[in-house]
């Protein structure tokens, strides 16, 4: 890198993941020039240090917005924040030769590309390298769902392709929740949901997919009884650069992300990922879901080839996974990190918003950007998800003089609890 010249990540990001502000924070803290293709609304656009903003929406013209960001700013590196954005991403390495290089100096080795989105596919691919995996089988109708279900044992996890967020997983304790999840799963959108999506999001994908042939591929799993846990890394051409290992204490949902975490020391997660790391030759960020049974062994669940919650954690200078990345792709040694001493990290404002009376936000590392109050403020309430409940919610006056007062409250108990 010439000197006097920055780095240019470009954040691409279809969700309104509080994660994805806070990574663009730690990154812009690492030395990065970093720019954004976000929704208009999205809270990463009040970060004062973004060196560029470029607008696009969920399900209109993603693809345009993206590659116009990408011919503008020509940013040395593009990072995904969401599954969209990592379709979109791929979809635009195969229509565009010029944003080629980019992307696969971005994302990693295009060959796997297919395996990454695909749950199904994935989980294969693991199993055939040795890593421990829950028994998975595509269920291709009802009739072959009531064949597999006869000889299985209660409960069971039905997971459909190309969800995320929890969304595309049920837990099934019976035949009868089973046949219902995986119709639900299985079937073509039904007109009300599309009439919903169109109407409060722009969203035609339900609408394609109706008039589509193609069913999505729904997977029934064994299911693992344990612990959630996530290892997020950051690599560079297959190879693990930083990477931190936690095992969930509170998530938001019961198939959800995670809100309170602890930090853990697990070889066998470590490793797993490494070598799913190895064998698809990722760059960037990614994490990797397991359940921890009762023993402690750990049990691929899904990859995330993309940036996830705890990404942007520096604890140690081994979790220090935007720092890493920056001096590798700078040519530099990489910068001290002042060690967090608490293992137990509770996700502003994750927590905030599953409870605001939470045990876990004075009990625990409260991870608040202070040093970013318009953040703190953007984030102290979830975004109505659509425009029509934004209109309902306009009439509050209270809104608008809501957040400092909540952000007084907040700092207020945080100082408390470190005094």
Known sequence: MAPGTSLKILLVTTVHWPATTR???????????????????????????????FVCHPHVG???????AIEQWSPDLVVPADDRA???????????????????????????FEVVEKKSALVRLAAAAGVA????????????????????????VLKVDGTWGGEGVRIVRSAADAERAFVELAARPGWPRIGKQILQHLNFAPLRARLSRRLPTVTLQTFISGRPANRAVACWQGEVLAGVSVEVVQASLDTGPASVVRVIDHPEMAEATAHLVRRLGLSGFCGVDFI???SGRAHLIELNARTTTVCYLALDAQSDMTGALYAKLAGTARRPVASVRQDLITFFPHELWRDPKSRFLVGAYHD????????????????PPGWVDRLRGAW????????????????????????
């Open 133 to 156: 995996v829950p028994d998975t089988v595509i269920v291709y109708d009802l009739d072959d769902l009531r064949r597999r279900l006869s000889h299985a044992a209660f409960p069971l």
């Open 86 to 112: 990592v379709a979109v991403l791929h979809r635009l390495h195969a229509a565009a030769s010029h944003t080629r290089e980019l992307i696969e100096r971005s994302l990693g080795d295009p060959r796997y």
């Open 292 to 294: 921890l049974d009762p």
């Open 368 to 383: 608040v950007p202070w040093d970013e109050p318009q953040l703190v403020a953007a984030y102290l309430r979830p975004d």
């Open 62 to 68: 993603l693809l345009r917005a993206v590659a116009a």
């Open 23 to 53: 990574l663009a924070v730690a990154l812009a803290n690492c030395g990065f020039a970093v720019g954004a293709v976000t929704p208009a609304r999205h809270g990463l656009r009040r970060f004062e240090r973004l060196a560029c903003r």
């Open 396 to 419: 509050r006056t209270a809104r608008s003089a809501a957040p400092a007062a909540a952000l007084d409250d907040l700092e207020a108990e945080t100082l408390n609890r470190e005094s």
